[in-house]
C-alpha cells in the first residue's frame, strides 16, 4: 500500500519542489513523497478502527478517499509553491532577489498551514461520519430516543460494576480467597490486586466521587429521556397571520418553522439569521431549533401582521 501511495505524488514535481532551496533535491523529494504515504497509511488505519466501532466499513473507502483526495490536493499546492522559493545558500548571494524571494516564501508557508489545519480538521471530520455512536444525541434526530435509552443501559451498568468491584476489593481486603469466587472478569480482578490508594478518600478502585457522578448522570439522562417522550408524542401547532406567514411548531422534530408568502427583505432574513433561523430549501421554511428566542421570534413574525 505504501508504495502505491507513494506514487500519487509525482517523482518530478516533489524533487522540483526543492531544486532552490536544498542541496539535495533528490533526497528532499523523495522524503515528502515517503511522508505522504506513509501519512495517508495512518489515516487509513485510523479510520478503518472507527469504521469497525461504529459499524460503518461501507463508508470507509469512500471516507478515506474524501480525505486522501483533499490531503494530495493540499499537498500538491504546497510542493508547486514550493518550487518557487529560493535559498541564497543554494542560487548565490549575488543579484538575490529578496523581496521576490519573501514574497514566495510567504506563500509556501500559507499552503504549508493550510495542508497541516486540513490533515487535522479533514480527519476529524472524517470520523465523524464513521462514528455516527459519538455524535450528541439531538432532539429532533429520529432515533433520539433509541440512542438515550442505550445511553442510559450502558450508564447503568458502568455503575453496577463500579459497584461490584469496590464490594468485590472491600472483601478482598479481609479475605483474599474471596476474591476466586467472585463472578467479575479476570481483568477487574487483577485491576483489585493491584490497587494502591492514592489517598485516604479513595479506599476502593472507583472513588466516590465517581460513583455519585455517574448517578447524576443517570438522573439526567432519564429526565431528558422523559422530555424526548413528551415532546415526540406532542403535536405539531401552527399558525398563520393575517399576511400569510405561517408558523410551524413541531415538537417531535424539535424545530419551529416559519413559511414565508414570499422571499423575505433582507432585513427579515438577518433577523432569522441572527436568531438562529435557517433557510431550508428542502422544506422551503426558515427553521431552527426550539429555544426561548426562535420561538419568541416566530411568534413576533405571527403576531407582527394579525
Known sequence: MLDQLKQEISSSLAVGAFSGTSWSPERRGESIRNDYAQSMQSAYETLRQHAEKGGTLDMLDAEFARYKGGYRARTTAWLRTHSRCISSMITGPSN???????????????????LVEFGERGLRAAIRNLRPDLRPIMAGDANAIERLEEKIVSLRARQDRMKAINTAHKAFKKDPRTLEESSLSQQDKERIRRYVPAYSWEPHPFAPFELSNNSATIRTAEKRLEQLQESKAAPTVEKESADGIRMEDCPADNRVRLFFPGKPADTVRATLKKNGFRWSPTIGAWQAYRNTWSMATAQSFVQQAD
Open 96 to 114: 538575490f532577489p529578496v523581496r521576490r524571494a519573501q514574497k514566495w516564501n510567504d506563500i509556501e508557508h500559507k499552503r504549508l498551514t493550510e
